[in-house]
């Protein structure tokens, strides 16, 4: 059986990862135990004024799927923190060849103009 931590690392993998590595971002868990819950955020996402948006209405809840009474750190930028773990790094090098793919004339959503 998986460990509480592995858990939420899946959960985050499957849900989270996909999201950010759309606007060419990565997730990395910092610390994860009943008490505290520390994630990272980089790239695209390194000090983006959004990040508290994603924080409470994405991170958190599903911390609180696996961690109920964790306190959750959410911080961002070019420094890592030592020790943190990438999740999802095949779907962040999937993304940003897709992104290569389209190339300069590719609109966001992926459609050429």
């Known amino acids: 059986m998986a460990s509480a931590a592995?858990?939420?690392e899946a959960l985050l993998t499957?849900?989270?990862v996909p999201l950010v590595a759309i606007?060419?971002?990565t997730l990395y868990v910092v610390?994860?135990?009943s008490?505290?819950?520390h994630?990272?955020?980089a790239g695209a996402y390194s000090g983006c004024p959004g990040n508290a948006f994603v924080e409470r209405t994405v991170l958190?809840?599903?911390v609180k799927q696996?961690?109920?009474s964790a306190e959750l750190c959410v911080s961002s930028g070019v420094p890592i923190p030592p020790n943190a773990k990438l999740l999802g790094a095949n779907v962040e090098s999937a993304s940003r060849r897709g992104a290569l793919d389209r190339g300069p004339d590719a609109s966001v959503g992926g459609q050429l103009e």
């Open 6 to 8: 592995e858990e939420l």
């Open 14 to 16: 499957s849900i989270v």
């Open 23 to 25: 606007d060419s971002a």
């Open 31 to 33: 610390t994860a135990s």
């Open 35 to 37: 008490t505290r819950v």
């Open 39 to 41: 994630l990272h955020l």
């Open 60 to 62: 958190a809840p599903l």
């Open 66 to 68: 696996i961690f109920p």
